[in-house]
């Protein structure tokens, strides 16, 4: 009965160990893929629009890190805006670009606050850019 006991005493042991070990290479790995970016400007401004009209702003980003940097998703906060993005991976040391188009059509008319989140393999994986606009009429 004894060595029962100790047994199954000892397996909860090994498991524990073993699941250590394993979620600390898969943390190794994931710093081996993790590369950084740098935005020209997160934020613009387009000043005045009239509304009805589709307006569009190019952010230009550079992999700064030592990988091979891939835009995961690109997310705006409303429908409202349209991404478009480098597709292939941006090597280390290049350049690629975000371009938002923002339609005006169905926007009521004043100030307005738009931000897009872009996902990558870089830490943080999600970066923000924000862009403002006044919709006047014609």
């Known amino acids: 009965m004894k060595k029962i006991l100790i047994c199954l005493s000892v397996i909860p042991l090994f498991f524990a160990v073993s699941c ?3 979620s600390s290479t898969a943390e190794t790995k994931s710093t081996d893929t993790i590369t950084s970016i740098e ?7 387009f000043g005045q629009i ?8 190019s952010y230009i980003f550079k992999n700064t890190g030592n990988i091979d940097l891939i835009i995961e998703e690109v997310d705006p906060s409303c429908g409202c805006t349209t991404p478009e993005w480098t ?8 350049t690629g670009k975000i371009i938002v188009k923002f339609d005006t059509q169905h926007q009521s ?8 989140a872009v996902y990558s393999n870089t830490s943080p994986s999600r ?8 919709v ?3």
């Open 87 to 94: 597709k292939e991976p941006v090597k280390p040391g290049e």
């Open 50 to 57: 009239v509304k009805g009209q589709v307006v569009e702003h």
């Open 109 to 116: 008319l004043g100030n307005k606050t738009k931000q897009v």
């Open 136 to 138: 006047v009429g014609e």
């Open 39 to 45: 935005f020209e400007n997160k934020n613009y401004a």
């Open 20 to 22: 250590k070990q394993g």
């Open 127 to 134: 970066n923000l850019l924000q862009f403002t606009a006044q």
